[in-house]
């Protein structure tokens, strides 16, 4: 099992970057795939990004890429999602989520954080 807690929103202006950290308690982050996902008032949540056991393979939505780059630290069982070039519509709660394979479905992840504001302003 493991423990999620994400940190690093907050409110920023357009054009502006934020990078969220979410750290995992456990030996075992190393076994798992991590994935981040957004979710903005009355909307379902969505996938943003997600990376491999050992980070060698990366997935994002159509969304951010090119904006958003997804990373992780097994050393310091943490997962990082730098986010660059902020838009209105990125505005949400953002969490980051295990499971043991790599996927882009929520529902396929078992472990979830709290989450984290995110508030972009235009």
């Known amino acids: 099992q493991v423990q999620l807690v994400e940190s690093g929103g907050g409110l920023v202006q357009a054009g502006g970057s934020l990078r969220l950290s979410c750290a995992a308690s456990?030996?075992?982050?190393?076994?798992?795939?991590m994935g981040w996902f957004r979710q903005a008032p009355g909307k379902e949540r969505e996938f943003v990004a997600a990376l491999s056991r050992s980070g060698g393979s990366l997935y994002y939505a159509g969304s951010v890429k090119g904006r958003f780059t997804i990373s992780r630290d097994n050393a310091k069982n943490t997962v990082y999602l730098q986010m660059n070039s902020l838009k209105p519509e990125d505005t949400a709660v953002y969490y980051c989520a295990a499971d043991f394979s790599v996927t882009t479905d929520p529902n396929d992840y078992d472990y979830w954080g709290q989450g984290t504001q995110v508030t972009v302003s235009s």
């Open positions: 456990g030996r075992t982050f190393s076994s798992y795939a």
